[in-house]
């Protein structure tokens, strides 16, 4: 009896049986984790939605109740939420585009050190380990604290004086970034790392009977061979930028002012320190809805070529 | 490649400074976290100085011991794993090797879960576990975590199910093994390493979160990475024993990453090339 166990059911009746206990297997197994996974993420989601309809102050509770879409007209005269959307981009665009640049930068780098790529992946792995809060608090104390931190000990040796680079809104803006840039580029340089040291060799011993230039190997071999595996990375690595948050709320809390807070902050800030929950939830939803729009559009990028 | 001298001093000078980037401001805190508070405010800083281990009995044992919330870490972290493996493992196997109508969408979901920010999620769970009394509970806080752990892992373990040849199981299956003897038996061992990966990865994730802890958690239920803000008041820092605290409370995942330093690279590129993974 020769059945495939994985093609779709044939003609007759053994393989129908079979592939319908098949199908029963597959359901008692995948059935308690798609349950689970329906109860701790969408039905939450639902309830944020109706959330978001409502005004829900925590600090007033009895101005509570139905405000329809109110929380939602109230973000087109609100010029914080315009403010962290425009922060949002400018903080994913460049902490994207530094991580992908350097990351695969140095993976290049690196792959023409014969030894010792073993240290270096340990040095990578650091950062990537340490709960982003921790960085954040690392940064804010022993690298960027005035006089004391190791970035001001360096312009200050330099001549180039103390500066406030957690205090002043540029700056801290800059810090931010810097310090997500910090944290995650060395997952990008792993992955580059593997990728490109998976490359056929043979095609690169071609190109050079060829007599390509370095740069044009570079364009019109490894990047196309590696494109699949940068647009991954760009796309897990939006991801996280869109959702950043402990780093941030441990090295500036969104501040000063709100010069550092990402459309993600400003929620929070709205919904667990201003305790108006109805109009955070609006803004968690705006936040869900940019997520998943981002990641749609990437995922047909993905598919497009 | 032609191989100079000059070239391949420059090449490792460069890789010495990205090395030096990423590995010192963890190895100063290090540093920092053996320091005298006197030591630590010196200017410029001092490289010799005499060690102490005030900070660390202070951070363990003094009047702002940071052992309850590594304990909070702990049972967090476990009982995640646990449930994610648990429930992941053979979703994965389904999702990966199995035929059954719905397949295709029941894949998206588990995707689209995993793309859902997590500031959507807190206020819900904040405002139901309000309502019942489920603030500052172990279960509400490992409920949340599922929330981020199973796609991701469902998604790992695909990747490692789908990398195992058809062969096996047809035989054992033909073999009149049964379906569950078959998975147990004949599958499962060969995706131990995956399980292994997944299993590192989601402890790593719940031990180091921190926006559902610092929501959720209050008094009892209080992570390790809520607690460093005990050492950091308005007035002053505490840095020589908030670098200690630190070490301690990174000293679970700085040691996993050492050993398990191959696996992670591995899990990381398995999850960026084949689409999983989040962080």
Not at chain 1, 15 to 27: D, I, K, N, S, Y
Not at chain 1, 221 to 239: E, G, N, S
Not at chain 2, 199 to 222: D, M, P, S, Y
Not at chain 2, 227 to 239: G, K, L, P, R, Y
Request: net charge positive; charged share 10%; no cysteine.
């Amino acid at each position: 009896m020769a059945i495939s166990m994985t093609a779709p059911a044939a003609t007759g009746a053994g393989p129908v049986t079979l592939a319908r206990q098949e199908q029963r297997f597959a359901v008692a197994l995948l059935a308690p984790a798609l349950l689970l996974l329906l109860l701790t993420t969408t039905i939450p989601l639902v309830y944020l939605a109706w959330n978001s309809l409502q005004r829900i102050d925590l600090g007033m509770p009895w101005l509570s109740g139905f405000a329809g879409l109110g929380n939602y007209a109230k973000m087109g005269s609100d010029p914080r939420f315009w403010s962290s959307l425009w922060l949002t981009a400018v903080y994913t665009a460049s902490t994207v585009a530094l991580q992908v640049v350097i990351g695969l930068s140095l993976a290049l780098l690196v792959l023409q050190i014969p030894k010792g790529q073993g240290v270096l992946r340990i040095a990578a792995i650091l950062p990537i380990v340490l709960a982003p809060v921790v960085v954040g608090l690392f940064w804010r104390t022993l690298v960027l604290a005035p006089d004391f931190g190791l970035v001001d000990l360096v312009t200050r040796s330099a001549g180039l004086a103390s500066h406030n680079w957690l205090g002043d809104p540029q700056l801290a803006l800059i810090s931010v970034i810097a310090i997500h840039t910090w944290q995650w580029t060395p997952f990008a340089f792993l992955v580059m790392l593997a990728t490109l040291a998976t490359l056929p060799p043979d095609v690169y011993e071609a190109a050079r009977l060829d007599r390509a230039r370095p740069w044009q190997r570079f364009v019109y071999i490894t990047l196309p061979l590696i494109r699949p595996a940068i647009v991954m990375v760009v796309i897990m690595r939006t991801m996280t930028a869109l959702s950043a948050f402990a780093a941030i709320f441990a090295a500036t809390g969104g501040g000063p002012g709100s010069s550092t807070e990402i459309l993600n902050l400003y929620a929070y800030r709205t919904s667990f320190s201003e305790l108006n929950v109805g109009y955070g939830a609006s803004l968690a939803m705006v936040l869900m809805g940019i997520t998943l729009a981002v990641s749609w559009l990437m995922f047909r990028l993905r598919k497009a070529r | 490649m032609k191989r100079h001298p000059v070239r391949h001093a420059l090449l490792w000078l460069m890789a010495g400074l990205l090395l030096a980037v990423w590995a010192f401001p963890v190895l100063w805190a290090l540093l920092t976290s053996f320091k005298s508070e006197r030591d630590v405010l010196a200017y410029p800083p001092v490289w010799r100085f005499a060690p102490t281990l005030d900070n660390y009995r202070e951070v363990l044992f003094g009047g702002s011991s940071i052992l309850p919330n590594l304990w909070s870490s702990l049972v967090v972290s476990f009982s995640t794993t646990l449930l994610t493996m648990l429930f992941a493992v053979p979703a994965a196997y389904a999702l990966a090797r199995l035929n059954y109508p719905g397949k295709r969408a029941s894949g998206f979901y588990v995707l689209a879960t995993q793309m859902l920010p997590p500031m959507g999620l807190i206020i819900p769970y904040y405002l139901v576990l309000q309502k019942i009394g489920g603030l500052d509970s172990y279960s509400g806080l490992t409920a949340i975590y599922l929330s981020f752990s199973l796609p991701f892992a469902i998604w790992l373990m695909v990747s490692y199910f789908e990398d195992i040849p058809f062969e096996m199981e047809e035989a054992a299956l033909l073999d009149r093994a049964g379906r569950m003897r078959t998975l147990w038996y004949i599958i499962l061992p060969q995706v131990r390493g995956g399980i292994a990966v997944t299993t590192i990865f989601v402890f790593l994730n719940a031990w180091n979160e921190f926006l559902f802890a610092v929501v959720l958690g209050g008094n009892k239920v209080r992570p390790v990475t809520v607690a460093m803000f005990n050492f950091i008041s308005v007035e002053q820092t505490q840095w020589a024993r908030l670098a200690a605290g630190a070490m301690l409370a990174m000293a679970p995942v700085i040691l996993i990453g050492l050993f398990a330093q191959r696996h992670i690279v591995k899990g990381l590129t398995v999850g960026a090339v084949k689409g999983g993974g989040r962080r």
